[in-house]
Every structure is written in C-alpha cells, then in structure tokens.
C-alpha cells in the first residue's frame, strides 16, 4: 500500500480498498461489499449523530463502491448533509458524491441546489468554485433554471478572480448546451466577447469554448468576436516560446488557446476588412512555416502539439477555401506526413485530405498523392489508418483515375478486414456508377464485386445494377452474357445468381441465339442452381422462369414440369407455393397474347438517387457529403442515372399475394415490380383492363384506423400526404394515387386542350366486399365556375373482394385555378364506415400545351411580358444535383415545351407553353437558372396574367 | 468537446470514469464494457486513434494504465493526446511520480485535479503550475481541519469502524 500523499487521510476507506483488492474472487468482493454497506446502513441509521468525518468517510466508501460498478440506493442525504459542512474537505467529498451519483436521486436536487446558492455567494472564491463545478457536473435543466441568471454575472464581474471566471465560462458553456435557446445571453454578448482580451491566458482559454458554443448558436451577437480572435491568435503564433511562459507547452505556445481560436474562426466566413483578412492569413502562413523549421525538441508532446496547431489551422484553411496558395502548401505538407514513421500522422494526414481533395483549388494537388495512397492501403498495419486510405482513394477519385481506384480497391476488397467490406463495397459500386464511361466496364465492376465479396453486397447493391442495366439498353446484351458467363462458374454467390436471374429473364433472348447459350441452357443453368438458394432467391427464379414461358415458347413444356413438381406445388414456403401454382395456372390458361402483356420488358425505372449513396450517408455522412459535393463538379458523368428525383419513397405496398417481390422485398428498388404483379392479380381476380399495368406504385402510405368507430361518430377519414403526391403528378398523369390496406387507387389522366378526362381505378385489396362505394369530387369556392368537372362512369356502389372498378370524371377548364379539386371516397368494409379524400392531380399546369419558338421570337415575347406584375421570380436551393436531363424531363413532364440554343449559357432552361382555358389563352414563358456553386436555382416565369405566373412558380417552386 | 475520459488498467479495471454529458448508467457500463475490449485488443504501434461509433477516441497507455477519451468529430485528436499527456504530468507531479495504485486509494484526489483541469469537455486550464497550485490550495484547507481530527480513536485509526 502507498504511502496516503498529503491532506487528510481517510485511514478506514484506505483499509477498506485495501480489502477489496485483497479478494481473491468476484465472490469475496461481493461478500465484502455487502458487508461494508450493512455496516454504513447502520452508521447511517444510528441514534448516535455521527460526526463530520466520519459521514465524509463513509459517503467516500459509498462512492467507491459505486464507482467499482455496485448500485448504491442510500447516503444521498449524508451527502446532502456534507454540502453544508463549515470544513472545505466534507463539502469537497458531498459534491463529489452528487455530481457523479445525483441522477438516481433527484427529489434532493431542491436541497442540492440551496446549497450551491449558499456557496456560489460564498467570500471565498474556493467554495464559489466547487458549487460551479459542481453545477457544470450536473449540468441538468433544473440547474439551468436554477444558476442561468447567476453564472453570467460571476463571469463578467470585476471582482471576481480568474479561476472563479474560468469555471464560471466553462459553467455557463455546460447550461447553455442543456438549455441553449433560454441562455443566448445577448445582452452580455459584447462583454463575454472582450474576455478574449483578457490578461489572464487561462480565462481566455476557458472563455473561448464558451464564445464558439455561442457563436455557432446566434452567430450575428458574436460575429464582433473574429477580430479580436484573429489579433490574439497572431500575438500568440508570433510570439516565442519563453513570452508565454507556463502556457507554452513543450516549446509551443498555448497550443490548446491557438486551436481553440482556429476553430472559432471556422463559426464565420473570411473577414471582409483587408485588414484584419491579412493578419489572419499572415498566421496561417506562419503557422505553415514553423513546421518547416527544425524541431525544437524530440519529444513527441513537441510535434503532437505543434502538428495539432497545424491541422486546425488546415482546417480553417478549407474552411476558407479561398486562398489556393494556402490550399496546395497545406497539400504539400499533409503529403509529407503520408510518409511519416508515426502512424498518428500519417493517419490524420489520410483525414484531412479527404477534405482537401473536395476543394478546386487543391483537389489536383491531392490527386498527386494517389500512389502513396495505394500503398498505404496495401502495406499499413492499423485498419483504421487503412480505412482512412480507403476514404481518400474514394474522396479523391474522378473520370482520369477511376478505373485505377476502383481496381485497387476491388483488389484490395479480396483481404480487407471484415469490419470494413461493406462500406468499400458500396464505395466501389458507387465509383463504378458514377464514373462509368462505358457500362461494360460498370457491369464487370459490379459482377466482380460480387465475386469477391459476396457476403457483403447488400441488397441495395444488386437492385442498383439491375435498375441501370434495365435504364440503359447499351447495357443489356452484354449484361446478358457476362452474367451467363459468371453463372458457369462452378460455385457462384447467391447474389449472383439473384442478378443472374433478375437479368436473365429480363434479356436472356438477347443471347438466346448462341447455341452455347440458347434459351434451354440457359435455363438449365439457373435451374441447377435454385436448390442451394435461400426462398427469397427461389422466389424471384419462379418469376425468371415464367418469364422465360414468355420469351421462348419452345422450353414452355420444360418449365411447366417443373413449376408443376410437388417440390414447387408442395413446397412448405407459402410463398414459393403460391409462385409454382399461380405462374403455372398462368402459363396454360392465358393466351400469349395476355401472357406477353403481363411479362412486359419491365418499364425504365424512374431516375432516383441510388439507394447505394442513401446507404452509405447513412453510415457515414461525413464521406458520402465529400461526395456529393465532389460530385457537382462532375455532373456531367454520364451516368444519368444518378440524379436525385425522389429523394425519400415509401417502399411498395405489400399485398398478400404478392408479400414477397420479386426485385427485393420492401425496398425502394422495387417500386416498378409491383407493376407486374398487379397486373397478376388482375388477372386472377377476373378484372380486364390489361391497361392497368401502368399503375405505378410510388405513393406514401397512410395509416387507416381500422377499427369500428362509436355509432353517430364521423367515419375516419384518411387524407393522403398532398403535398408529396401533388408533387409526383406535377410531372406525370398517371400512377397510384392513394393506397391502404383496404383500397387502392390509381389513376390515369389525358388533357387536350381546356378539356381534360381523368379515369379512376378503384382496387378492392381484401377479400371482402367494400359496399356503399361512392366517390365524388367537391370544387371549392374559388374553383366554382373555374373548372367543370362531369361524372362519365360512375363506379358501381359494391367493390367485390379483390376487384377493380372504374370511375371516369370529364373536365374542362374555363378559366384559371390554383388549387386542386377534391376527391372524397366513402365505402364500408365489413360494415365499419370509411373514408378518403384526397386531391385530384389536375392542377392548372395539365392544361399547358408546349410552343416552340426560335431565339428571336423568344427574346421579342420576353420582353414583351416585361411589366413587374406579368413576371414572378423565385430562387431556391436546389433538393436535387443540378443534372440538365433530368430538369429538362421535368420541365417536359410539367407541360411545357424545352427551347434548345436560345439562352447564351447552355446551363440554363428555356421554355414556352400556352395555358388553354376556355375564357383565355395565356402565353407563357419561363427561364431555370442553376447556379452549380451555389446550389441554387433562379427560376423566372412571364406570363400575361400575372396570377398565372405566380401560381406556376408556386408548383414549381423546390421541384429541382 | 471532450464527452467523458477513462482510466483503465491492462486488466480492463476501470479506475476513473468522468462524463461530460448526460447519460444513463446503462449506456454508460456499456460503453465502459465496449471501448475497454476494444482498446485492449489494439497492439503497441497502431495510431492513437478510432472512430468508434459517434465518437472519435483517443487513448494512450502510460505503464499499466489506459488514459482514454472520446471526442467529437470536429476536435482535434493531437491535441486530446496531449490533454492526456498533461493530465499525466500534473498526477505525476502532485503523486510524485504516479502509480496506478495512487489512483486507487486516492480516487478522490484524480477526481479533484480533473476538475480543476477540465469542465464541461474543455480544458479550463493548461497550465500545470496553475492547476497544481489551486489543488493544493484546498489541500491546505483540509490540513488545517486535520488538527481537530487528531485526538481520533485508537479503533478509527485502524480502520475498524
């Protein structure tokens, strides 16, 4: 046992700790615990009023206890009780004991607190300092109520002394972060500000923390903090290590002040005045330059120190991303580092230039490092500081080095550490995505990927692949053959025969006429591998293997037999069953004809961000925003496919006959694929209209109380989301509309000129009559007169489980509108009232008929409209990437026609449109302005009826 | 800002545990139970550093304790390497030259000094001589009340009661 140093020595808690560390086994500690806790429980509960001392002794062994990992349910009180001790050492332990062990006991916290306010106000700074570290401790909201107002005057009083003011900065930081918008302090905000001149370099130190937390929060009260940071800081950086004294550290002045300053200054953008702009930029230079100087000692707090001022300072440099020179010299330094024999340095050098490689003053100079990089992926022997590799490679990767990157990396993938094979994976597949020159070279990627990690291709993964190579018809064939060819090897990943399947079924006839691979082979191929698939992969092969029946009639008796075989029929999967029954019924029953329509070459998905990056930002938002930002600069990749439309998508619904989808359950993948099924269940349930297929299921699902409501009470009602679906049917005419567990609806518009006819189709999704059907459409008052709209088909009032019926509305616009008309739906399902109402998707933008004009044309008309009220003007950020094709798809979708060659900056959209009413034609004309940098979209509308102009900025308001 | 440091010895006994922001027990043993595995399975030459879920640790061994923390992203690691380094020296300087077992039988007093050093998750001192001053300052006040609690029984001093 040591010897107890100094103060007063508590001989019986010495003896105690001695004990525990003396039992041999968890056993005897327990033993020893117990025993020691009966024995203070009876102190505790004594006649005998114990002493000073002793509650102090004991309430230590209580915390020691505690702190060894025991619950402790008791000595609150006696701890309570020390707060108020006269004797500075039982006051020191109380607080101890509260501020680690008071969360469990708060119905004290009025006593705790009474307690502090004693000693806050105490005369001496040593009592007001424990009750303010013990208020930061806690840091609770009751403690915010309590000491918001009394802090602040302790840190900006002239008689308070510096350590008083140091715990009360870091105090007040505590509350603020508990209770931030009730403590902005702005009325003190120029008086904390000025601590930064403070004489004392520990309150600057503490004051600091505090003024970033406040500049981050209400930065405009703070702003007059950045001169005074950047004038301290150059004293500091220009100063020599002996003018600082007991703050400089290891021959570096206050490091922990200067890179505090540093990342306050990250709070603003760069100072306008020259002047002070100058005097920073003078310290950052400075501070580059003394890396270049010899070291002044070889100890590591040294170069910890002076490299730690240096990385906050590349960080401002970034940050400021405005001074290139700074950008390539931080560059060039981060690049010596890569090569460093401490791993700490080379590890935050990988860190830190991933963020360069997103600037455009330094991103080349970065790409230099390249081979370093690799090899630090290859040779490192901390998977972190190879995880780091791993991030730049992926930060710093463009059109010139991909393939190279890629390569690398999937060589690397064959040995990475499993902890970190899934994040490449994705990385990879979105690197092969995004800068695909050719798609073969993306197809072998992806396939390869698969090779190699298997297990870790998640499903968002696959689906993407599939998503491109069905988009992109210079894909298909020779997808089609390399997975064929990827499939013979003789043990090939599940996820590979998924991809193999998916594609196969979809363009296998592509290569159907290579006798090596004809239609029989092919299939016999799949087939070999189903029996070693999970269900979910057997699932979606019935689906290939129907298709097939489709694509090649010749092989149609050899499937049959299979999809007939008591193995599929009789399968203990319900699933599966259901598959082998239903496509085997569909196959002898339908005609081709019918059977062609409903295994359609599945439609082009629609253009979303890629699941893959969605996944990854989830992971690791930090990497994948490098990424995004990365990737504005290099929009023009070809793939296409990238652009963000929608953004967040409920997954398909999920009805009973179809629970799992062929392209993977429940994810936003499998939108389109419902398509198909749908169609299925069509069939089936007896219902014609094969057109129905069209119905595309991408609506938000809501939820519908189901249960039978107290009589007299209105029936629930279910509103869909509108703005989301008003949003999708801005662009298009058809698709689901509306769907819950009971009802689906979809819809299917046509417009010419001020007439329009909207069919509704009504799918009863339980087994159960739906009757008392009705469906109508209210206008509003401001829509009287404006619109007409006339019932064509009614649908009939009983909806027969698993039926669809039809509802055709006829409308004309007469004259402008601005809001939607409302559908409202009433049904009964076993006997419970329900009902629906929901916006219909015509919108004055459906009665648009696109013009095409030449330049001079345009510009005549443009200025034409040129009245302050014909013109409605809007800028906004930007929700999507800034892509060219997919705006122009919108703007096309939305109803106007796209004018190429007229505005002189190619970046930006024209277009014309005439708006057809009954009453009035109103010429229309319209500019998209996106402002890459910026992230930012202008969008100006003519027209000449104002209101016109207003209400189609509106729509269009936040779409791109 | 600093979200909570650890002492741990090379059998993953944890010796001080300060949390700089409010969490249940639960999550804090958890923690505890996860980052001292993880920690301990990281051999002599690796880097400092780890992403550890939502934190950034850092960590340095000094004999055969771990000084361990976690800080945020935007912080900056070689200086949190060094807080720990001067969080070491004023130990050192105030034990005469520190061991494991100082921390030990006077947990109090490393819970003190820590005060003194950080509040809140930031440092509210660098200066070793300042921090050290003002720990010997209360312990001044405790000497003082030391003469009253002289005339203790012979049973106390032993550590029976």
Known sequence: ?960 | MMKFMLLFSRQGKVRLQKWFYAIGDKEKKKILRDLVALVLQRRPKMCNFLDWKDFKVVYKRYASLFFCCAIEDTDNELLALEVIHRYVEILDKYFGSVCELDIIFNFEKAYFILDEFLLAGEIQESSKNKVLRAVENSDALQEENQEAEATRSILEEFGLT
């Open chain 1, 1 to 960: 046992m040591p010897a107890v140093s100094r103060g007063d020595a508590m001989r019986g808690l010495a003896v105690f700790i001695s004990d525990i560390r003396n039992c041999k086994s968890k056993e005897a500690e327990s033993k020893r615990i117990n025993k020691e806790l009966a024995n203070i429980r009876s102190k505790f509960k004594g006649d005998k009023t114990l002493d000073g001392y002793s509650k102090k002794k004991y309430v230590c062994k209580l915390l020691f206890i505690f702190l060894l990992g025991h619950d402790i349910d008791f000595g609150h009180m006696e701890a309570v009780n020390l707060l108020s001790s006269n004797k500075y050492t039982e006051k020191q332990i109380g607080y101890l004991f509260i501020s680690v062990l008071v969360s469990s006991n708060s119905d004290l916290m009025k006593l705790i607190i009474q307690n502090i306010k004693n000693d806050i106000s105490s005369p001496k700074p040593v009592h007001v300092n424990l009750a303010l570290h013990c208020i930061a401790n806690i840091g609770s909201v009751e403690m915010a109520e309590a000491f918001g107002s009394e802090v602040p005057k302790l840190l900006v009083s002239a008689q308070a002394n510096e350590s008083v003011k140091q715990s009360a900065a870091l105090c007040l930081l505590r509350l603020f972060r508990t209770m931030p918008d009730s403590m902005t302090y702005a009325e003190w905000a120029s008086r904390v500000i000025h601590l930064l001149n403070d004489q004392h370099m520990g309150v600057v130190t503490a004051a600091v923390s505090l003024i970033h937390s406040l500049s981050q929060h209400s930065p405009n009260d703070y702003k007059g903090c950045v001169s005074l940071a950047v004038s301290r800081l150059s004293r500091i950086v220009t100063s020599t290590y002996t003018d600082l004294l007991d703050y400089t550290y290891y021959f570096v002045p206050a490091p922990w002040l200067s890179v505090k300053l540093l990342r306050l200054l990250q709070c603003y953008p760069v100072p306008d005045e020259p002047a002070i702009r100058g005097r920073l930029v003078e310290c950052l230079e400075t501070i580059l330059n003394k890396c270049q100087e010899p070291p002044k000692s070889k100890k590591v707090q040294h170069s910890n120190a002076k490299n730690a001022v240096l990385f906050e300072a590349i960080n401002l440099i970034i940050h400021i991303d405005s001074e290139p020179n700074l950008l390539v010299r931080a560059c060039n330094q981060l690049g010596q580092f890569l090569q460093h024999r401490e791993t700490n340095l080379r590890y935050l050098a990988l860190e830190s230039m991933c963020l360069l490689a997103g600037s455009e003053f330094s991103a080349d100079a970065v790409k230099k490092h390249r081979e370093t990089v690799i090899n630090a992926l290859k040779t490192e022997r901390d998977v972190s500081v190879r995880q780091r590799a791993v991030d730049l490679l992926y930060a710093m990767c463009d059109k010139t080095n991909s393939e190279e990157i890629v390569a690398e990396m999937l060589d690397y993938l064959k040995i990475a550490d499993y902890a970190i094979r899934e994040e490449m994976v994705l990385k990879v597949a979105i690197l092969s995505e995004k800068y695909a020159s050719d798609y073969t070279w993306y197809v072998d990627t992806i396939l390869q990927l698969i090779r190699v990690a298997g297990d870790y291709v998640s499903e968002e993964v696959w689906h993407r692949v599939i998503q491109i190579v069905i988009n992109r018809d210079d894909a298909q064939g020779y997808a089609a053959k390399t997975v064929f060819e990827n499939l013979q090897a003789p043990a090939c990943h599940e996820n590979m025969v998924k991809v193999g399947g998916y594609i196969l079924g979809e363009f296998g006839n592509l290569i159907a006429g290579d006798s090596r691979s004809s239609p029989l082979v092919q299939f016999n191929l799949l087939h070999s591998k189903f029996h070693l698939c999970s269900p979910a992969t057997r699932a979606l092969l019935l689906s290939t293997y129907i298709k097939f029946i489709n694509l090649f009639p010749e092989i149609k008796p050899t499937i049959q037999n299979v999809l007939r075989n008591n193995n599929q029929l009789r399968n203990a999967d319900v699933e599966l069953q259901q598959r082998a029954l239903e496509y085997s019924q569909l196959s002898s029953i339908t005609s081709q004809d019918v059977l062609a329509t409903v295994l359609e070459e599945m439609p082009p998905f629609p253009e979303r961000e890629s699941s893959i990056l969605a996944k990854l930002k989830k992971k690791k938002p930090a990497s994948a925003q490098a990424l995004e930002k990365d990737e504005e600069k290099h929009k023009k990749s070809p793939a296409s496919v990238e652009n963000h439309v929608e953004t967040k998508e409920t997954p398909p619904p999920i009805t009973n006959s179809n629970s799992v989808d062929l392209l993977g359950l429940g994810t936003p993948a499998a939108a389109p694929e419902t398509n198909n099924t749908n169609a299925l269940w069509d069939v089936f349930g007896g219902s014609p209209a094969p057109e129905e297929q069209v119905i595309d299921v991408n609506m938000s699902k809501t939820e519908e109380n189901p249960g039978v409501p107290a009589a007299g009470s209105e029936p629930p009602t279910t509103a869909a989301n509108e703005t989301q679906y008003l949003t999708k049917f801005l662009f298009k005419n058809s698709g689901v509309l509306f769907e819950n567990d009971l009802l689906q609806i979809g819809v299917k518009c046509e417009f010419k000129d001020q007439y329009g006819r909207v069919g509704l189709f009504f799918g009863n999704k339980t087994p159960t009559q739906l009757n008392h059907f009705s469906a109508s459409v209210t206008l509003t008052d401001d829509q009287q007169g404006k619109l007409v709209v006339a019932t064509q088909k009614e649908a009939p009032s009983q909806i027969d489980g698993g039926a669809q019926v039809q509802h055709f509305l006829n409308m004309e616009c007469v004259s402008l509108f601005s809001d939607a008309p409302v559908l409202r739906i009433r049904y009964n399902h076993q006997g419970a009232p329900h009902s629906v109402s929901l916006k219909l998707p015509v919108l004055i933008n459906k009665f648009f008929e696109g013009t095409d004009m030449d330049a001079t044309n345009f510009f005549g008309r443009w200025k034409q409209l040129g009245q302050p009220a014909q013109e409605c003007q809007k800028i906004f950020q930007a929700k999507f990437p800034i892509d060219a094709s997919s705006t122009k798809l919108k703007l096309t979708g939305f109803g106007i026609a796209c004018l190429s060659g007229i505005d002189p900056n190619p970046e930006n959209m024209v277009g014309a449109g005439i708006v057809k009413t009954k009453d009035l034609q109103v010429g229309c004309l319209l500019r998209l302005e996106p402002n890459q940098a910026a992230r930012m979209y202008r969008l100006t509308i003519r027209a000449s009826n104002g209101v016109l102009s207003q209400t189609l900025c509106d729509l269009l308001e936040d779409q791109f």
